[in-house]
């Protein structure tokens, strides 16, 4: 049976009905930048978030950096984040000419440990900067606790966790600034890029608005720098329409999650040592992906490709190792958690429209793959 790692002509097809006529009726209006369409969107995104404000922009990459760059961060300061997460999260901090400083992650949740976060202070530091990575919360009570000691942004990545909650809160509205992704693979994805800032503040939020539009206040007025990192009304217009389905996807995902363990479990394969299932240590995970470890990784995906089912590994290179990072000076074995994850992590498919017979499909190939190794 194939089996695609993203099925998102399934998700259209249930959304058609209800998104057509409203991109025809942007399409009449003409209104193609921000106007009532983002603004929508923003309003029920914040109270979806539980924030005070919610600002549309161009990408998850725009949102970390106009986030960055509404705290003032640029030459001579350093973020504190994670080595194991995609690329835009250091990429945005080293644009902006600042140093990504680097903290290992927990070997359960791949998340920064928060209690290495201060052994990487310095007086140069300017903001934390964690991952809410695969759909779970980083350890936010004690991150949250060291930046409002020293004085620091607190700027959340849930670019992978809209949704996620955790004591209450929920992502996007525990730190200064919450930024997330739109992209078409994520939970809440648009039709091609587009992205958010969540915020608290007043003043936060007011900067914001300024420099997603050239920092430009009022028309034709600069008094600052911005950038063009305006969301699309065409973006927002199917955001809002997926926004109310939101729920019941994460509903999907969380019952995808318990029945590949309840599979995982009966094929014997994490008694056996060779799986190494997720395990949940947010009140609520939204299972953006579903990682496992596996031994012999590479030669188990080559394995699932020849089987039409689809896996990907998310991150095949910790970006303290990624060549444009080099001149950081960190070597190999500086962060031994984020180096294990990324030679033996695999995600499998666990959007909401997957079928208990392509799950067991999933779980019989990896048996099968562990039973021949065995044999």
């Known amino acids: 049976m194939r089996v695609p790692l993203l099925d998102l002509t399934a998700q259209y097809a249930d959304l058609r009905a209800e998104i057509e006529p409203v991109v025809l009726e942007l399409m009449a209006s003409q209104q193609f930048i921000l106007g009532p369409k983002v603004a929508e969107f923003e309003r029920a995104l914040a109270d979806y978030c539980g924030a005070r404000h919610a600002v549309g922009v161009s990408s998850g990459t725009d949102a970390l950096l106009v986030a960055l760059m509404a705290e003032g961060v640029g030459p001579g300061d350093e973020v504190v984040t994670s080595p194991y997460t995609f690329f835009a999260t250091a990429g945005s901090i080293a644009r902006l000419g600042a140093r990504p400083v680097f903290v290992d992650i927990d070997p359960v949740t791949y998340n920064l440990r928060s209690d290495a976060i201060e052994s990487a202070l ?38 992978q966790a809209i949704g996620a909650e955790h004591a209450g809160q929920r992502a996007g509205a525990i730190g200064d600034y919450g930024c997330f992704s739109f992209f078409p693979s994520k939970n809440l994805g648009g039709f091609g890029d587009g992205g958010a800032v969540t915020t608290n503040d007043e003043a936060r939020y007011r900067r914001l608005v300024r420099l997603r539009n050239h920092g430009m206040e009022p028309k034709y007025y600069h008094a600052e720098i911005g950038g063009n990192f305006r969301l699309d009304a065409l973006q927002a217009a199917v955001l809002h329409v997926k926004l109310r389905r939101l729920e019941g996807w994460h509903a999907a995902r969380a019952s995808n999650a ?75 074995g500086a ?14 498919p666990i959007y909401p429209e997957l079928t208990e017979a392509q799950q067991a499909a999933v779980v019989q190939a990896i048996a099968a793959f562990y039973a021949a190794a065995r044999g």
């Open 258 to 332: 318990a029945r590949y363990e309840a599979m995982f479990d009966a094929a014997g394969l994490p008694r056996r040592g060779v799986v190494r299932l997720p395990r949940a240590a947010t009140d609520r995970p939204v299972w953006n992906q579903y990682v496992i470890r596996a031994a012999q990784r590479d030669e188990l995906m080559a394995h699932l490709k020849a089987m039409e089912i689809g896996s990907e590994i998310y991150y095949p290179v910790p970006l303290h190792r990624q060549k444009c990072f080099a001149y950081l000076g960190y070597g190999a």
């Open 122 to 159: 310095t007086p140069r530091t300017r903001a934390l900067l964690p991952v809410h990575l695969f759909g779970q919360l980083a350890d936010m009570g004690p991150i949250r606790e060291i930046a409002r000691q020293r004085g620091l942004a607190l700027v959340e990545d849930a670019a």
């Open 335 to 348: 962060f031994p958690e984020a180096e294990r994850a990324a030679r033996e992590t695999l995600a499998l």
